[in-house]
Nanobody
Framework: QVQLVEFGGGLVQPGGSLRLSCAAS????????MGWYRQAPGMRRELVTS???????TYADSVKGRFTISRDDAKNTVSLQMNRLQFEDTAVYYC?????????WGKGTLVTVSA
């Protein structure tokens, strides 16, 4: 079993920055991809970004050039640096870990972009 815990959500003004972190514990050797999804009110959960064990990254078009994912394997963490935040980035952000047919999710952290 894998446990994922997110940190760092909060309220930020448009144009501001926020950094999310996710700490993984448990059977983390089962994970080969980690990432972040988000779900805005009334919307489906969508992929924001992901990173593989080999360092290959994927970004949603809406966040390219603004968000950066990184991982620290020594600390079993994955982080999401979010810059130039927009109202549309308001959502609950979920940490994701996947591998060998299994999906693991954190409980989510709320990011609110508001003036």
């Amino acid at each position: 079993q894998v446990q994922l815990v997110e940190f760092g959500g909060g309220l930020v003004q448009p144009g501001g920055s926020l950094r999310l972190s996710c700490a993984a514990s448990g059977s983390i050797f089962n994970i080969n991809t980690m990432g972040w999804y988000r779900q805005a009110p009334g919307m489906r959960r969508e992929l924001v970004t992901s990173i593989t064990n080999g360092g290959t990254t994927t970004y949603a078009d809406s966040v390219k050039g603004r968000f950066t994912i990184s991982r620290d394997d020594a600390k079993n963490t994955v982080s999401l640096q979010m810059n130039r935040l927009q109202f549309e980035d308001t959502a609950v952000y979920y940490c994701y870990g996947g591998g060998y047919g299994m999906d693991y999710w954190g409980k989510g952290t709320l990011v609110t972009v508001s003036a």
